[in-house]
């Protein structure tokens, strides 16, 4: 049975990524994709969108969501996607245009028709399913979860406290871990561990499929990118969260008591999960993935790229 999910998106590398498995993966039925400023300005990573789902033959609606976070500025993070986003990849430009709808409109309406089926996929700052939680109040009621790649429970990487998709909108990520949906989150704690090593990368780009020589230049991308800051490893934090999404065995979660950092400007989107204990007032409200096999991660993302299967391990 394939599972409803949206994927809201600020494509980005690692998103196209994410992207690709996603498409290849025969247990994801996706709904439609909605985008979000982040890695870049909303124009661009809608542009980026439409055109990732029309190489990837993907026939699904793209809805356009928030142009700055509920509150901050908008900041990108061009430095680490390339010049338009995609690590100097340059599609065909796509002749689709986004739907009218809103990316929350859009969210709401297919969170109605799938009937309480629908998961939501987020791999950006959380702008757009915020507003539409404050807009349509019952939507929690009416989402089955939410993945999202966001957060850490030890250090950063858009400051040494916060994580960039947290940081750039923690407003929005105090919104919807307070919204009593499950949650489901990828962070830091996950993406840099299974991480992709210089031999994995030959071994994926090995394997015959349609994408392999898209898929070379955005690996060797980020491992220059990665190189810069003196790691050998390239974090695939997106394609992670989709990865977790296919294969529900593949990551380890423990269920804490989740709080973001809004007021303080050195701490500004901090994660903090503490265990819940009694004494803790706080209700539980989020998984977050702890622990990730790296080969299983690997052996999922190739079984994935080269048969669209998701390997039996
Ligand atoms: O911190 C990693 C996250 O920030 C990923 O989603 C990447 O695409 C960027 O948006
Ligand atoms: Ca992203």
């Not at 494509?11 to 994410?18: C, L, R, S």
């Not at 142009?67 to 908008?74: A, D, G, N, W």
């Not at 900041?75 to 689709?96: D, M, R, T, Y």
């Not at 934090?237 to 400007?265: F, K, N, R, W």
Request: hydrophobic share 40%; aromatic share 6%; net charge negative.
């Amino acid at each position: 049975m394939h599972r409803p999910v949206i994927i809201d998106t600020d494509p980005g590398v690692d998103d196209f990524i994410a992207l690709m498995l996603a498409k290849q993966s025969d247990r994801l039925e996706i709904r439609g994709v909605t985008t979000v400023a982040g890695n870049l300005p909303l124009e661009i990573v809608t542009q980026n969108a439409l055109n990732i789902i029309d190489f990837l033959d993907l026939h699904v609606p793209v809805a356009k969501g928030a142009s700055k976070p509920l509150k901050r500025q908008q900041e990108s993070a061009e430095a680490f996607h390339g010049k338009g986003g995609l690590g100097g990849v340059v599609l065909p430009i796509s002749q689709n245009r986004y739907v009218l709808q809103p990316a929350w409109d859009f969210i709401d309406e297919q969170a109605r028709q799938a009937e309480g089926r629908l998961e939501l996929i987020a791999l950006g700052p959380l702008t757009n399913v915020a507003t539409a939680l404050l807009k349509y109040p019952d939507l929690k009621k009416r989402l089955k979860c939410i993945t999202f790649m966001g957060g850490s429970t030890g250090g950063g990487n858009r400051t040494p406290y916060a994580e960039f998709n947290i940081w750039a909108d923690p407003e929005a990520a105090q919104i919807v871990w307070e919204s009593g949906i499950p949650l489901r989150m990828v962070g830091l704690d996950i993406t840099l561990k299974g991480v992709l090593k210089a031999q994995d990368i030959q071994d994926v780009l090995r394997l015959e499929h349609p994408y392999t020589l898209v898929l070379r230049y955005l690996l060797e991308f980020l491992q220059q990118v990665n190189a810069r800051v003196g790691q050998d490893f390239v974090p695939l934090h997106d394609a992670l969260a989709v990865a977790s999404v296919i294969d529900a065995q593949l990551l380890d979660y423990t269920l804490g008591c989740g709080i973001v950092e809004t007021e303080s400007e050195v701490y500004r989107g901090r994660t903090i999960v503490r265990k819940p204990l009694l004494e803790n007032r706080q209700q539980p409200n989020v998984w977050v993935g702890l622990d990730v096999d790296r080969e299983q991660f690997i052996h999922l993302l190739k079984g994935i790229l080269q048969t669209g299967q998701t390997p039996n391990l």
